[in-house]
């Protein structure tokens, strides 16, 4: 049973840095393809992030160059790195996780969180000005 849980969240001034983290259990990280997605207020769940199984990564045009995804195959976890953060990345942000060999770039660009069957409970980060 695939399990994923979020960590790391808080409260941060903006131009702080937070580190999140997905623990994942019952699958191996490095098969999948796994992202990070956020959900504001009133908003839809956008995706900030995706490392397809092929190791290739994309971004957010909002998040590009201030966030940086990644993974660690030996804990079986995957890493958001958010620096710089701004007022409007302030969000619950989730983990998830499928068994896909779609392309990393492809699932940014017309994908989104439907292509994700599993997900973590999510972890809020909140950025004051």
């Known amino acids: 049973q695939v399990q994923l849980v979020e960590s790391g969240g808080g409260s941060v001034q903006a131009g702080g840095s937070l580190r999140l983290s997905c623990a994942a259990s019952?699958?191996?990280?490095?098969?999948?393809?796994v992202g990070w997605f956020r959900q504001a207020p009133g908003k839809e769940r956008e995706v900030v992030a995706i490392i397809d199984s092929a190791g290739s990564t994309s971004y957010a045009d909002s998040v590009k160059g201030r966030f940086t995804i990644s993974q660690d195959n030996a804990k079986n976890t995957l890493y958001l790195q958010m620096n710089s953060l701004k007022p409007e990345d302030t969000a619950m942000y989730y983990c998830?996780?499928?068994?896909?060999?779609?392309?990393?770039?492809?699932?940014?660009?017309?994908?989104?969180?439907?292509?994700?069957?599993?997900w973590g409970p999510g972890t809020q980060v909140t950025v004051s000005p």
């Open positions: 998830a996780a499928d068994r896909r060999s779609t392309a990393a770039w492809w699932l940014l660009r017309y994908g989104g969180a439907s292509d994700f069957r599993f």
């Open positions: 019952g699958y191996t990280v490095s098969r999948y393809c």
